[in-house]
């Protein structure tokens, strides 16, 4: 059973900061992985989604990298700002369904 | 429509009752998912439809659940004997193929909370 984890749970960080978010995986064996984010009370909104036969996807200023073999992915957020606070997800997809990390929350302050 | 929609986006209900939870999916969507999300965890796989058909119902926690989509657009969710335990947001998101490679689009979920 693919199982997905997210390190740190949580993350506080001054505005202006570069910083990595961690995902990793146990099944190798995926379609694709995505990286969503949530803000309290909200859906989720897709950010980057990454098929397993790339290494990596950029967005403004995210950028998302893909090792399928080592089960890892990473998000890049750089020059954070306030607005960036919220929770991120990974998924990746096995098929059928989108099986997620634990999120990390991550506060950003002024 | 524009996104993804839920009905309701709230619902409370007491132990024991029968709820529907409505999922309005992006229009030519073919493919819907279900997912429930408790406090504070990532959100967890229920069902899965490509067109009007259960592609893949592994996630139910048990025969108390049921979820339908009769016409291949929008999908009702059934709780029957609701649990305190069931207590949570569901999550609906759509694609357009669903083959594994497109990007699933959430709705904003309806929190359950059962008394």
């Known amino acids: 059973k693919q199982e997905v984890t997210q390190i740190p749970a949580a993350l506080s960080v001054p505005e202006g900061e570069n910083l990595v978010l961690n995902c990793s995986f146990t099944?190798?064996?995926?379609?694709?992985l995505q990286w969503f984010r949530q803000d309290p009370g909200k859906g989720l909104t897709s950010l980057l989604l990454?098929?397993?036969?790339?290494r990596e996807q950029t967005s403004g200023r995210l950028n998302a990298s893909l090792d399928k073999s080592s089960g890892r992915s990473t998000l890049y957020i750089a020059a954070s700002q306030p607005g960036d606070s919220a929770t991120y997800l990974c998924a990746v997809e096995d098929g059928n369904m989108l099986t997620f990390g634990g999120g990390t929350r991550l506060m950003v302050k002024p | 429509g524009a996104g993804v929609s839920q009905t309701p986006s709230n619902k409370v209900t007491e132990k024991g009752k029968y709820v529907e939870l409505r999922c309005d999916p992006i229009?030519?969507?073919?493919?819907l998912y279900w997912y429930r999300q408790s406090l504070g965890q990532g959100p967890e796989f229920l069902i899965y439809f490509q067109g009007t058909g259960a592609a893949d119902d592994s996630g139910l926690p048990n025969d108390r659940f049921f979820a339908v989509r009769p016409e291949g657009s929008v999908s009702t969710l059934k709780i029957q004997r609701t649990e305190r335990g069931d207590s949570a947001v569901y999550l609906c998101?759509?694609?357009?193929?669903?083959?594994?490679?497109?990007?699933?689009?959430f709705g904003p979920g309806t929190r359950l909370t059962v008394l």
């Open positions: 990454i098929q397993s036969s790339q």
């Open positions: 099944d190798s064996a995926i379609y694709n």
């Open positions: 229009s030519g969507h073919t493919a």
């Open positions: 998101a759509s694609s357009l193929i669903g083959t594994g490679t497109d990007t699933q689009y």
